[in-house]
């Protein structure tokens, strides 16, 4: 909290009377943490531009990101209710502390995990920064409350991705998935701002409740077409970041080209990112009821059952693990889009999108650490395909062993908190009556476990090519591994017990 | 006496320790288990003894929930409880003292004779007395059906003990099968008992018994009788029940499993047939005989065919060679003679035979064990003879089994035999088909005692046919002991209950009677009578002491008769073989009447095909599914992949194609177009 009580502006519009004298600023700390640690990173950069102390700066990353988990999770417990900074430009409750708990996490795994897998590549700060600047604009999303600070948020999220992703100059793959990503990027950007427009166009506002309340009074019959087009192109540029399809195409590309801890960093908590936006665009600003004739739930419905079914589908076929992954993100994206399509009226609201959240926050750890598997690979050079991982488990069981956790938790067996939280999801989707997607989660599902199951079969089961070697044991790249594995693992009878605050997580927003 | 039933647990619970005990430390010890088993059963028959004491003199139920499986409450709980009444104390009793005395007499059949495999042998009997133990302590029919499975396991485990050759394994497989056959019924009864009164429980207010009889009265909410009128659907419960019952105490068509099952070792076929796995039926339809006197229809099934199944084993019984054999369907018969008993409302006479029989059926297999040793493991009666003075003990207390099955006066058998053939009788008096079940009841005692004779004189008596029966195998106390116990019950626990001689005197000395007016509300034979009174119709029938005397003399002669014959036929120094004088009958005989054949025929020309035919349909109708679904599933994978073709205008053009459809499906159901 020390880094607070630096900033000495006066409070903005707080709700929360009792405010520790410090202007409500400490309620965005966890942001605030992230930037003074994207400062330090580009103060040591500057200081020493050519050295390359991987080690000071992985190490100056995850102090910095494990201080905003801390932080975050001390606000969480001590229950921060909700609290408005900016004129209602931001808000900071329940939900935008559990995301940030996840895109912290995550990028502490992610630091950790680059210690090794950067090694003495050249611009390693500027790797570390961009990642840690990602995360604060994740952070923002989270918290954010209007349009204008959604778009700003998402570009500063999206702007250090695209050159994370072709982190790897003198690789072709990198590079091409890196413009692709920024082509898309860009297209789904404008369709969002464009989205935007038309929405302020049919409502005169962009402060999320204000958009609301001119819905809740009634809007011009003749603007519904308009309002209508926005609120689908909005959700057209949060598809984007969530990599539903048909907004999906830069994922597979940007996952298997990219660095795999960026490939786990963008496919965990850049996804994370474009649900909580989500969540909040929709259930705050067009309200269900507030909202006729725009029937975004049944967009909901239809993208997240095409995203589950195609995702899985294609990831069938792959050959390589890290594209068979990449796909399976995409499948998961269609599961956590249950959460807004499952929102009809026979639904238990906070019930499903609580499921949601679960399952992202779930999600956040166990691909995560599937990622960072398979950056450990590359860090062997072991290759990429199936046939490659054959008999690894004989070398190196511990990180095969949690890989496995990764998976059957992905598949949705109960070796991790997966399990649940797809069972929260079906659950909610069977209450909702949307059987179609309850169906399509329990198929694809069960699809999943054929690929998943390739890769547990390739490790354990087959025999080790005849040269298969591999070449010491990363301290980063396996502290990373274990500590997803274990907190996945824990998940799950964590879940068990905690079900009831955890199913409340997301009341906050009905 | 509260303190008994503190520790009516510990008579199941005992021989599951010795079970644990020979298992797997029965090699390590003097004798290979059996003085576990022995000090276990012997610790059962003592707390038995108590338990029986302290139900004489307290003379109500005891009821508790011993363990709760699972315990949400609706739609229904299943439990494991323990119920002791008059009835379950009687058969404690009967059970802890047969398992006893077979513990013991194994050593001499057993250890003596240097059989390998024993721990084995001692842990299956153990746990065989367990579940018989613990089936007759159950206080729901769920918990029933559980022990009595393990019951049909550990007499698969028994009758196979000696599995190197090559009929026991078959035998054991046969009876598990059969019985399982029957148990298929049983299990949807017990489903269909819960599904219709949320409880299994046998005892008390809340009992199925007791809410079926509510029920039928009109007086019960909450009934689920699936669409059928009450007493109908009561009917088809018990009738599910009853395949149960039918499997495991051989009631034709069922019986064929049990002579088989005389491959396994002689001790186990007594435990088997007097007191536990046959045994077992019978007493399960006495268990919930106020559930059955709701239905006159099960009741008049259980009749008919216990009257049919005892004289059709009878008659098989009079043609076979080996000595166990004509034990195995006199079994048979016998326990037709009880389910006749309690088909025609006679509970206390099917009790009272359950009694007797369990005392003398135990007799004649461990002396039939004990001439098999002497025999050096020659089980055809045609190469005994003469065995009366080499071994006396043997013959004498064989002699009183003999006396007891044929039902001679004054040996247990006649006097419960009688009452079931009166019971039958009296009912019979009101209605044709139970006097038809009746008639053969009653020839069923001609054949009876026939064939207990053919096999006495054929063993004793005469001149020895070979060398071994001139010098046969001696053998120790361990083996005598057991059968001069049985042998003197088997004389004397028929004055339990004299019938003819308390009409007679007008002495009140039908002390089983007495006994099982006593209890709780629900239980007693009062109870019932009320029942079958109402429900099925069986009034009271004025029993003249003629009546009594006259049908008791007939029974008595018809016994004599078939001993008389037997005497004329085979008591003789060098016997001919009679049988052949029968012709095509004898062919017919021997084979069982052919039941081995049609249920073999059921089994590999019908199941087997249907089988077969399944099995096609699985392997081509669903594995073709399953397979297709996972090519279909591949293909379309491949498709989903090639949309992901690598040029970027195409992701771009795909991308507005997609936002352009949704946009299109929304704003039509939006009706922005309108």
């Known amino acids: 909290?020390?880094?607070?009580?630096?900033?000495?502006?006066?409070?903005?519009?707080?709700n929360q009377p009792l405010q520790l004298g410090l202007g409500g600023y400490e309620a965005i700390a966890p942001t605030i943490i992230l930037g003074l640690t994207a400062l330090a990173l580009f103060t040591i950069d500057s200081i020493a531009p050519e050295s390359r102390n991987n080690t000071l700066l992985s190490g100056v990353t995850v102090v910095g990101s494990l201080i905003a988990v801390v932080v975050t999770g001390w606000q969480l417990l001590t229950g921060a209710g909700s609290v408005e900074l900016f004129s209602g430009q931001l808000v900071v409750d329940g939900m935008s502390l559990f995301f940030t708990f996840i895109f912290t996490s995550v990028t502490a795994l992610v630091a950790l995990a680059s210690h090794e897998y950067v090694g003495d590549r050249a611009y390693q700060a500027e790797y570390y920064v961009l990642v840690v600047l990602a995360a604060t604009g994740m952070t923002l999303i989270a918290s954010a409350n209007?349009?204008?600070?959604?778009?700003?948020?998402?570009?500063?999220?999206?702007?250090?991705?695209?050159?994370?992703?072709?982190?790897?100059?003198?690789?072709?793959?990198?590079?091409?998935?890196?413009?692709?990503?920024?082509?898309?990027?860009?297209?789904?950007?404008?369709?969002?701002?464009?989205?935007?427009?038309?929405?302020?166009?049919?409502?005169?506002?962009?402060?999320?409740?204000?958009?609301?309340?001119?819905?809740?009074?009634?809007?011009?019959?003749?603007?519904t077409g308009v309002l209508g087009i926005g609120v689908v192109m909005i959700l057209g540029g949060v598809a984007f970041k969530t990599a539903s399809i048909p907004f999906h195409f830069w994922a597979p590309e940007a996952y298997e080209g990219a660095p795999a801890p960026i490939s786990a960093f963008l496919s965990s908590a850049s996804k994370a990112a474009g649900f909580v936006l989500a969540f909040r665009v929709f259930l705050t600003a067009f309200p269900i009821d507030a909202i006729a004739g725009v029937d975004w739930v049944l967009?909901?419905?239809?993208?997240?059952?095409?995203?589950?079914?195609?995702?899985?589908?294609?990831?069938?076929?792959?050959?390589?693990v890290k594209r068979m992954l990449a796909y399976s993100s995409i499948g998961h994206a269609g599961y956590a889009l249950i959460a807004l399509g499952a929102l009809t009226g026979a639904a238990n609201q906070p019930f499903v999108l609580s499921a949601g959240m679960i399952h992202l926050l779930v999600y956040g750890f166990m691909n995560t650490g599937a990622f960072l598997f398979v950056a450990l690979a590359e860090h062997w050079g072991i290759g990429r395909t199936f046939e490659d991982y054959n008999g690894l488990a004989s070398k190196a069981p511990v990180a095969c062993a949690a890989m496995s956790i990764f998976l059957f938790s992905l598949a949705g067996l109960p070796t991790g908190g997966g399990f649940l939280s797809k069972y929260f999801l079906l659950i909610g989707a069977v209450e909702a009556q949307t059987y179609v997607l309850a169906a399509g989660l329990i198929i694809n599902s069960a699809l999943s476990l054929y690929f998943y199951s390739r890769v547990v079969k390739a490790m354990w089961i087959e025999e080790p090519a005849g040269d298969l070697s591999i070449e010491g044991y990363p301290t980063g790249l396996y502290a990373a591994i274990v500590t997803a594995a274990v907190v996945t693992l824990l998940l799950l009878p964590a879940l068990a017990i905690f079900s009831d605050p955890a199913l409340t997580a997301g009341s906050g927003l009905f | 006496m509260v303190g008994a039933f503190e520790f009516a647990p510990a008579i199941a619970a005992l021989p599951f320790v010795s079970f644990l005990v020979a298992l797997f430390v029965g090699r390590f010890m003097p004798k290979k288990g059996a003085l576990a088993g022995i000090t276990a059963t012997g610790g059962s028959l003592l707390l038995s003894l108590w338990v029986y004491l302290a139900v004489l003199t307290s003379g109500d139920p005891h009821v508790e929930i011993v363990h709760t499986l699972i315990g949400v409450t609706d739609p229904f709980s299943l439990e494991l409880g323990i119920l002791i009444d008059q009835l379950s104390a009687l058969m404690l009793l009967i059970v802890s003292l047969i398992s006893f005395l077979v513990f013991v007499f194994s050593l001499g059949y057993m250890n003596d004779e240097g059989e390998t495999g024993l721990p084995r042998y001692y842990a299956g009997l153990s746990l065989f007395s367990f579940s018989m133990l613990a089936f007759v302590m159950a206080s729901n029919l769920f918990m029933a059906f559980?022990?009595?499975?393990?019951?049909?396991?550990?007499?698969?485990?028994?009758?196979?003990?000696?599995?190197?050759?090559?009929?026991?394994?078959?035998?054991?497989?046969?009876?598990?099968?059969?019985?399982?056959?029957?148990?298929?019924?049983?299990?949807?009864?017990?489903?269909?008992v819960l599904g219709t009164f949320g409880t299994a429980a046998f005892a008390g207010d809340g009992s199925f018994p007791v809410l079926a009889e509510q029920a039928l009265a009109g007086e019960a909410a909450g009934i689920n009788t699936f669409g059928f009128d009450p007493q109908t659907w009561f009917t088809i419960l018990g009738l599910l029940v009853l395949g149960g019952v039918m499997g495991k105490s051989a009631q034709f068509p069922l019986h064929t499993w049990l002579p088989d099952a005389m491959e396994g070792p002689t001790p186990?076929?007594?435990?088997?047939?007097?007191?536990?796995?046959?045994?077992?039926?019978?007493?399960?339809?006495?268990?919930?005989?106020?559930?059955?006197?709701?239905?006159?229809?099960?009741?008049?099934?259980?009749?008919?065919?216990?009257?049919?199944?005892?004289?059709?084993a009878a008659t098989m019984g009079v043609v076979k060679r080996e000595i166990k054999q004509v034990l195995a369907y006199s079994t048979i018969s016998q326990y037709g003679y009880m389910m006749l008993a309690l088909g025609v409302g006679g509970y206390v006479a099917g009790v009272f035979h359950l009694t007797t029989h369990a005392m003398f059926k135990a007799l004649l297999f461990l002396g039939a064990g004990a001439v098999i040793v002497a025999m050096h493991h020659n089980e055809d009666m045609w190469k005994m003879g003469g065995l009366k003075e080499r071994l006396p003990v043997t013959y004498y207390t064989f002699l009183a089994g003999s006396l007891a099955l044929a039902g001679i006066i004054p040996f247990a058998g006649f006097w419960s035999k009688d009452e079931v053939l009166f019971e039958a009788l009296l009912r019979g008096m009101d209605n044709p088909i139970f006097l038809v079940a009746?008639?053969?009841?009653?020839?069923?005692?001609?054949?009876?005692?026939?064939?207990?004779?053919?096999?006495?004189?054929?063993?004793?008596?005469?001149?020895?046919?070979?060398?071994?029966?001139?010098?046969?195998?001696?053998?120790?106390?361990?083996?005598?002991?057991?059968?001069?116990?049985?042998?003197?019950?088997?004389?004397?626990?028929?004055?339990?209950?004299m019938t003819p001689v308390a009409e007679l005197t007008g002495a009140h000395i039908e002390f089983l009677h007495i006994w099982f007016e006593h209890g709780g509300e629900t239980l007693t034979v009062e109870h019932y009578g009320a029942l079958l009174e109402q429900w099925a119709g069986y009034g009271a029938v004025d029993a003249s002491t003629a009546l009594v005397l006259g049908s008791g003399a007939v029974s008595l002669l018809l016994a004599l008769a078939g001993a008389g014959a037997a005497h004329v036929l085979y008591n003789v120094p060098d016997p001919d073989e009679h049988t052949d004088k029968l012709g095509s009958i004898k062919t017919v005989l021997f084979n069982n009447y052919y039941q081995d054949e049609y249920q073999v025929w059921l089994a590999e020309g019908l199941t087997a095909n249907v089988a077969r035919g399944a099995d096609t349909f699985d392997q081509g109708i669903i594995d073709g599914a399953v397979n297709g679904v996972s090519s279909v599933s591949l293909f379309l994978g491949d498709r989903a992949r090639r949309l992901q073709t690598g040029v970027v205008t195409n992701y771009a053009a795909l991308l507005t194609l997609g936002l352009v459809v949704l946009l299109v499906a929304v704003g039509i159901l939006g009706g922005w177009f309108v």
Request: hydrophobic share 55%.
């Open chain 2, 146 to 192: 559980m022990f009595f499975e393990l019951v049909g396991l550990c007499s698969y485990l028994l009758i196979g003990f000696w599995f190197r050759a090559d009929a026991p394994p078959s035998a054991a497989k046969k009876a598990f099968l059969v019985t399982r056959f029957g148990d298929y019924f049983f299990l949807i009864g017990v489903v269909g």
């Open chain 1, 146 to 223: 209007s349009l204008a600070t959604a778009f700003v948020s998402l570009e500063l999220t999206s702007l250090p991705s695209y050159a994370l992703v072709a982190y790897l100059k003198d690789n072709r793959g990198s590079v091409e998935a890196g413009l692709k990503y920024f082509l898309i990027g860009s297209l789904s950007s404008a369709v969002f701002v464009y989205g935007i427009s038309l929405v302020y166009a049919a409502t005169g506002s962009l402060l999320f409740t204000e958009v609301a309340a001119t819905l809740s009074a009634g809007i011009d019959g003749s603007l």
């Open chain 2, 268 to 312: 186990v076929s007594a435990l088997i047939h007097a007191a536990t796995m046959v045994a077992a039926g019978v007493y399960l339809v006495a268990r919930m005989y106020g559930f059955y006197a709701l239905s006159p229809t099960a009741l008049a099934i259980i009749a008919f065919v216990g009257g049919f199944t005892a004289l059709f």
């Open chain 1, 1 to 14: 909290m020390s880094v607070a009580t630096t900033i000495t502006t006066p409070a903005a519009v707080s």
């Open chain 2, 438 to 497: 009746y008639a053969m009841g009653l020839i069923g005692v001609f054949f009876t005692g026939l064939y207990t004779f053919r096999m006495v004189f054929l063993t004793f008596h005469g001149e020895p046919r070979t060398t071994i029966a001139e010098d046969p195998h001696h053998f120790g106390w361990n083996m005598k002991f057991p059968m001069v116990v049985l042998g003197v019950l088997a004389t004397v626990v028929g004055l339990i209950n």
């Open chain 1, 299 to 320: 967009a909901f419905q239809i993208l997240a059952l095409v995203t589950m079914t195609l995702g899985n589908f294609a990831a069938a076929t792959q050959e390589t």
